[in-house]
Nanobody
Framework: VQLQASGGGLVQPGGSLRLSCAAS????????IGWFRQAPGKEREGVSC????????YYSDSVKGRFTISRNNVNNTSFLQMTSLKPEDTAVYYC??????????????????????WGQGTLVTVSS
C-alpha cells in the first residue's frame, strides 16, 4: 500500500488549496480514505473521511463547510479542497487508509486506529 499526499504550501488567510492523495498497491475503490492533520505540538486529528464509493463523507466540526473531500476511483486519487483557510489550519496533512477503516451510511468515520497505512504528509501553512 502506498499513499502520497501533495498540494500543500503557503497560503494567506481566506485562501484556498487543494490537496491530492495518490494511491497504489490496493483496490482503491474498496477502501475508505481519511485525511488527518498534525499541528506543531498537537496530536494528529481527523479532518475528513470518504467511503470507498464516495457516497458517505465525514468532516470534523472545525472544517465543516470549508473543506470538501472527494475521490476519483478511476485514477485512484482522493482530494481535499480547502477554502476559507485560517491560521489554525496550519499543519502537516496526511492521507491514510486501512482495511478496517470505513465511513458508514450516517457519515461516521472509523477512529484513527483503524487507519494503518499512511502517506508522508504535506505541509499547509496559513499565514499573512
Amino acid at each position: 500500500v502506498q499513499l502520497q499526499a501533495s498540494g500543500g504550501g503557503l497560503v494567506q488567510p481566506g485562501g484556498s488549496l487543494r490537496l491530492s492523495c495518490a494511491a497504489s498497491g490496493f483496490t482503491f475503490r474498496d477502501n475508505a480514505i481519511g485525511w488527518f492533520r498534525q499541528a506543531p505540538g498537537k496530536e494528529r486529528e481527523g479532518v475528513s473521511c470518504i467511503s470507498g464509493s464516495g457516497r458517505s463523507t465525514y468532516y470534523s466540526d472545525s472544517v465543516k463547510g470549508r473543506f470538501t473531500i472527494s475521490r476519483n476511483n478511476v485514477n485512484n486519487t482522493s482530494f481535499l479542497q480547502m477554502t476559507s483557510l485560517k491560521p489554525e489550519d496550519t499543519a502537516v496533512y496526511y492521507c491514510a487508509t486501512g482495511s478496517m477503516a470505513v465511513v458508514n451510511y450516517y457519515g461516521v468515520c472509523s477512529p484513527i486506529e483503524e487507519f494503518d497505512s499512511w502517506g508522508q504528509g504535506t505541509l499547509v501553512t496559513v499565514s499573512s
